[in-house]
């Protein structure tokens, strides 16, 4: 075996670009071996996806350096090819760059500040402990799917709140926003998502039209940028985008945090003997095991040269940010889990004229969730190794994190 190569689990030798990131699951150190590998041959190198060629970026440095070129990397096209169809036109698909700073100025302020703050302590922390009862009330004892009972519900139930929405299908906003991100495969699907959100958000948005309360949709109903503001249909578009974006991504870093933890029984006693590190080891978490381990870009519509590789019009190309927050330039003793490690050059968020506008939202939702569990449940082993790592590259997470009490 080379230097360049992968292990196969039957142990055979197997070469790193003939990876298909879209139809492999990569579960554990499968995606991270098959990035380490990738990056030795070059910062960016061939690879496929979605059963075609593509290219992607494993070095932090290249990375850094794509995120900034939008002229080869158009940070819309991808979403405006596979959101925009079900999801409606938001910012994130927006090709205009003025127009997606407006909107995007329009619809992220109540994500950051005033609405988060005053939804923080009270709402996030009684959310988690909610959940948290409804475990130990279906099981006193155990065992629990914490995938099932907690991190496929609280990121949705939690934006369902923020926006000031009604509750009674709360449960489907997680089989709404799969459908939704899965329009390439199944369009049909989405768009029956699609139809059933929005039958299900425009009596409140108009209600909030003529009766503001204290909730995200009343803030984005009247904020105002550059003499513009946001119509209802747009208003509806935005949230049916916040619920893949914010609640799959924080699922999966949540399921991939707990998957850490529970898996270095070192590591859940340090966190049970000084909650204070928690914040740490979210940071640490974020780095080592992004949900979002591979972002597709749908290069520019002519060939561009990117660090001294020609790349076809219209390429795929996949910014491994699971490449980037590993690279032993960049991150010392990459793969290890280190409490003590400074978290700025994980790129975990994105960087430049897209970067994750719901960053902080998503940390507290992670920091809550696990000081929630850590005071409530306690100390927990993991039933089912295999189900518990972390899989897939697009949107990494466990299938299931199945624990019991520690015997
Ligand atoms: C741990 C959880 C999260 C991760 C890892 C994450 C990651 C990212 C990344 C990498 C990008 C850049 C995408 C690009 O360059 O194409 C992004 C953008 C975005 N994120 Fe997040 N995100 C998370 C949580 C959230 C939450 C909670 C929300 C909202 C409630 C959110 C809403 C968005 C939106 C709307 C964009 C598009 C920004 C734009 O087009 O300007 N994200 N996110």
Redesign the pocket.
């Known amino acids: 075996m080379t230097a360049a190569e992968v292990r196969r689990t039957d142990g055979s030798a197997r070469d790193p670009r003939d990876c298909d990131f879209a139809l492999e699951p990569l579960p554990g150190d499968a995606l991270h071996e098959t990035l380490h590998a990738l990056r030795r041959i070059a910062p960016i190198a061939p690879c496929r996806f979605g059963g075609q060629p593509a290219f992607v970026i494993t070095g932090h440095a290249a990375l850094l350096e794509a995120?900034a070129d939008v002229d080869a990397f158009p940070?819309?096209r991808?979403?405006r090819a596979s959101f925009e169809p079900a999801i409606g036109e938001s910012?994130?698909s927006m090709p205009e760059r003025e127009r997606?700073l407006v909107y995007?100025r329009l619809a992220?302020p109540a994500?950051r500040s005033r609405a988060i703050t005053r939804f923080e302590e009270a709402g996030l922390r009684a959310l988690a402990h909610e959940l948290v009862d409804a475990m130990l009330e279906r099981a006193p004892q155990g065992p629990w799917d914490l995938v099932a009972e907690l991190t496929a519900r609280f990121?949705y139930k939690v934006?369902t709140r923020l926006l000031g929405l009604p509750r009674e299908r709360e449960d489907a906003f997680h089989a709404w926003a799969l459908a939704l991100l899965r329009f390439r495969e199944e369009p049909d699907a989405a768009r029956a998502a699609a139809k059933e959100f929005t039958a299900y958000l425009r009596p409140v948005v108009a209600a909030r039209r003529r009766e503001p309360r204290e909730d995200v949709i009343s803030e984005l109903l009247a904020a105002e940028v550059d003499g513009r503001r946001l119509s209802d249909t747009e208003i509806e578009s935005h949230i049916r985008?916040?619920f893949p974006?914010?609640g799959e991504?924080?699922h999966?870093?949540l399921g991939n945090l707990l998957s850490l933890v529970l898996s270095r029984p070192e590591l859940q006693e340090r966190l049970r003997e000084d909650p204070s590190l928690v914040p740490a080891a979210v940071e640490e978490g974020?780095r080592l095991e992004?949900?979002?381990a591979v972002?597709p870009?749908l290069a520019a519509s002519r060939p561009v040269r990117f660090r001294d590789v020609d790349l076809p019009a219209d390429a795929w190309v996949l910014?491994a940010?699971a490449g980037a927050n590993r690279d032993p330039a960049v991150f010392a003793d990459p793969d290890r889990f280190d409490l003590s490690r400074p978290s700025r050059d994980a790129?975990?968020?994105?960087r430049?004229?897209?970067?994750?506008?719901?960053?902080h939202?998503?940390r507290r939702?992670?920091q809550v969730a696990m000081e929630v569990l850590l005071e409530r449940l306690p100390r927990l082993e993991l039933i089912d190794a295999e189900a518990a790592r972390p899989r897939q590259s697009v949107l990494r997470a466990p299938a299931a994190l199945r624990v019991r009490p520690v015997r």
Do not use: D, E, Q
Request: aromatic share 14%; net charge positive.
């Open positions: 995120f940070p819309h991808m979403y910012f994130i997606h995007r992220t994500f990121p934006i985008l916040l974006t914010g991504t924080t999966g870093s974020l992004t949900p979002i972002l870009r910014f940010i790129l975990t968020f994105g430049g004229v897209k970067s994750c506008p719901g960053a939202l998503a939702n992670l």
